[in-house]
Each structure stands twice: as structure tokens, then as C-alpha cells.
């Protein structure tokens, strides 16, 4: 028991200590070099007591703010992860929406989530199209909850298997020879007896 310096000694009273080990010492088998240890533990989580678990819970960004637009693409302020838009990326990576993610990083309502090229590039797409009429499609003020929706679309179209015809095939060919050949080969008892 050397004294440890980041142990809250003078605040700890030893007496709770042993109290604590020796009512379990009377109510448990305990090897004598196991005391030690137990002791040791219970003095340590006394000593953690009323204590916070994380001293303390600072934000640090994958990149400072002003890194995270770039012309062509965008970082998340979270992990890192940089693409063209952060819309999705945040509400199916990090559950945040918008709101949320400006709000924890104390980001301004105009800081942007997606690449100012892409953002031209959609809209000359946009009217290219002739899709002007649809306002959602600029980009300018994106609802979170559009954002939702788009982002819940894209996963389940993502989460549909894939069709593998080939497997079937192979699995019927497989099957017709099992069947074919072992039930027939061992039911059939030796006729030479
Ligand atoms: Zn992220």
C-alpha cells in the first residue's frame, strides 16, 4: 500500500475501507495474499467516489471548422469523413440532424454541409432538367426531416439483396447429385449375402 498520489487520500477515511473488507474477508473465502488486492480496490473505489467518470466531455473536431468546407468537399467536424454532402452522413453516422450537428459544434445556421461545388453542380443539373420548381432540390434551406426521409430511402434501397442467380443453379445441380446418389447407394443392402 504505497501511497498512490492520485488516490483522494485525505478526503478517504481509511476506517470505510476496513470496514468494507473485513465484513466481506467474514462473509467470503479470502487467500491471504488476496487481501492486499482487495483492499486496494475498495480504497480505489472509495477513493472514485463522487468523482465524475470523464472530467470532462471537450468536443474536439476531426478538423478546425474553417478546414471543414472545402470547394469540392466537406469534412465531418465528428469523424472525419469528408464527401461531397454531409446530410446523410451525419443523420445515418453520427443521428443528428442538421440542427443538432450546427448546435454541438457551435456552428453558424449558414455554415454549409455540402461541397459549394456540388451545390453548383446540382443546381445547373436542377435546371438543366428543368427541375427549378421543386425547392427542396436547391439545397438552400434543406429540412432535417427531408434529409431524414432521403437518407432512410437510400439505406433501405441499400439494405435489398442482391439477386444471385447463379447460386440457384449450382445449389439444384449439387442437390440433384446428393440425391441421386447416397440415399440409393446405402439403402440398398448387399445382394451377395
Ligand atoms: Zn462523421
Given amino acids: 500500500m504505497n501511497g498512490d498520489s492520485t488516490m483522494n ?4 477515511d481509511p476506517h470505510l475501507t476496513t470496514k468494507i473488507v473485513s465484513s466481506y474477508v467474514r462473509h467470503h473465502m ?38 471543414s468546407v472545402h470547394h469540392d468537399y466537406v469534412v465531418c467536424l465528428d469523424c472525419g469523413y469528408r464527401g461531397k454532402t454531409l ?7 453520427h443521428g443528428l ?10 456552428l453558424k445556421s449558414d455554415h454549409p454541409l455540402t461541397a459549394p461545388s456540388y451545390t453548383e453542380q446540382r443546381s445547373m443539373l436542377a435546371k438543366e432538367l428543368g427541375l427549378g420548381r421543386k425547392p427542396s432540390m436547391r439545397g438552400a434551406t434543406p429540412s432535417a ?13 441499400r439494405a435489398k439483396p ?32
Fill in 30 to 67: 479470502v487467500g491471504a495474499d488476496q487481501v492486499s488486492d482487495l483492499i486496494t480496490s475498495v480504497h480505489r473505489a472509495l477513493g472514485q467516489l463522487g468523482q465524475p467518470v470523464e472530467p470532462r466531455e471537450v468536443l474536439t473536431p476531426a478538423v478546425s471548422v474553417r478546414r
Fill in 162 to 193: 442482391t439477386r444471385r442467380p447463379s447460386t440457384r443453379s449450382a445449389s439444384k445441380s449439387a442437390d440433384g447429385a446428393d440425391g441421386a446418389a447416397s440415399p440409393s447407394a446405402r439403402k440398398r443392402p448387399p445382394r451377395s449375402r
Fill in 145 to 157: 426531416a427531408g434529409a431524414a426521409v432521403s437518407a432512410n430511402a437510400d439505406s433501405k434501397s
Fill in 87 to 93: 446530410r446523410r452522413h451525419i443523420t445515418t453516422r
Fill in 9 to 12: 487520500n485525505e478526503v478517504l
Fill in 97 to 106: 440532424s442538421r440542427d443538432d450537428y450546427l448546435k454541438r459544434w457551435k
